[in-house]
């Protein structure tokens, strides 16, 4: 394993074990930063760690980030092994976005997307700040294109990105110079292929899953580790307060249903 000094950036991945998360991971090891992966799945997050070991420093970690003391103490043991904190990634999330129709969503259901996707999303900034303005470090949140284009049945997702989204620009705000933050919201990318090991599955698609994207193809969850890879780097220290799309221009598509 690479050893690493005591200036190495430390970054912090939510929800790192899987998809999106795990290249994110990869991404950063690559970019020479300490990584801690830290998912409510800790078997996919050993498996992460264990996967991308010989790229650099690499924890697994525990964490449910809807749970405040949870979070608080994983905080605690980042600073306490590290001494730092530069880049937090709030990737974590319910990823399935179909409920109920509205008149059955339960109130249960609801809550818990929000708990996840909006509320994990406050609790780790929250904590996590005091040490990033420390080091002028960055936030970089997931939110998706449903927070503006959505089907059916998606309320409780949608809602709950749509609230990341807002919540990036007002912690831009209130951070100003000293903490940098930006959103990134994916549009369809294909994850089966990225998952722990028990659940991992080859996707199959068509020629019109290709076709509905402009660029040809559904997205890799390498095109969002790159930007979050950007993000987390001075190079884009003149940015915040931003949510860079990442669908492979189905957002701006006009699109007509054949007749």
């Given at each position: 394993?690479t050893?690493?000094?005591?200036?190495?950036?430390?970054?912090?991945?939510t929800?790192?074990?899987?998809?999106?998360?795990?290249?994110?991971?990869?991404g950063?090891?690559?970019?020479?930063?300490?990584?801690?992966?830290?998912?409510?799945?800790?078997?996919?997050?050993?498996?992460?760690?264990?996967?991308?070991?010989d790229?650099?420093?690499?924890?697994?970690?525990?964490?449910?980030?809807?749970?405040?003391?949870?979070?608080?103490?994983?905080?605690?043991?980042?600073?306490?092994?590290?001494?730092?904190?530069?880049?937090?990634?709030n990737?974590?999330?319910?990823?399935?976005?179909?409920?109920?129709?509205?008149?059955?969503?339960?109130?249960?259901?609801?809550?818990?997307?929000?708990?996840?996707n909006?509320?994990?999303?406050?609790?780790?900034?929250?904590?996590?700040?005091?040490?990033l303005?420390?080091?002028?470090?960055?936030?970089?949140?997931?939110?998706?294109?449903?927070?503006?284009?959505?089907?059916?049945?998606?309320?409780?997702y949608?809602a709950?990105?749509?609230?990341?989204?807002?919540?990036?620009h007002?912690?831009?705000?209130?951070?100003?110079?000293?903490?940098?933050?930006?959103?990134?919201s994916?549009?369809?990318?294909?994850?089966?292929?990225?998952?722990?090991?028990?659940?991992?599955?080859?996707?199959?698609?068509?020629?019109?899953?290709?076709?509905?994207h402009?660029?040809?193809?559904?997205?890799?969850?390498?095109?969002?580790?790159?930007?979050?890879?950007?993000?987390?780097?001075?190079?884009?220290?003149?940015?915040?307060?931003q949510?860079?799309?990442?669908?492979?221009?189905?957002?701006?598509?006009?699109?007509y249903?054949?007749?």
């Amino acid at each position: 394993m690479t050893q690493h000094s005591k200036s190495s950036k430390v970054a912090l991945v939510t929800g790192g074990g899987q998809g999106i998360g795990r290249a994110i991971c990869r991404g950063l090891l690559n970019q020479g930063m300490i990584v801690i992966c830290a998912d409510i799945d800790l078997e996919a997050a050993d498996e992460t760690a264990s996967l991308y070991q010989d790229l650099g420093t690499i924890k697994a970690h525990s964490l449910d980030v809807s749970d405040e003391p949870v979070v608080q103490g994983c905080i605690q043991e980042i600073i306490g092994e590290f001494g730092r904190l530069d880049v937090l990634v709030n990737n974590a999330g319910l990823s399935t976005p179909f409920n109920d129709p509205i008149e059955d969503l339960s109130l249960e259901d609801w809550q818990r997307y929000l708990d996840v996707n909006l509320t994990g999303v406050f609790l780790v900034s929250k904590h996590a700040v005091p040490y990033l303005r420390e080091q002028q470090g960055s936030i970089i949140n997931i939110g998706s294109t449903r927070a503006s284009q959505s089907e059916r049945d998606t309320e409780a997702y949608a809602a709950s990105k749509g609230g990341v989204i807002s919540l990036t620009h007002a912690l831009a705000i209130s951070l100003g110079s000293e903490v940098r933050v930006n959103c990134i919201s994916p549009g369809w990318i294909e994850v089966g292929d990225w998952q722990k090991a028990r659940t991992r599955i080859e996707p199959i698609h068509s020629p019109s899953d290709l076709a509905q994207h402009p660029v040809g193809r559904i997205g890799k969850p390498d095109d969002v580790a790159y930007m979050v890879c950007y993000l987390a780097t001075d190079v884009a220290g003149f940015i915040t307060g931003q949510n860079f799309v990442v669908d492979g221009g189905m957002g701006v598509k006009m699109a007509y249903n054949d007749s």
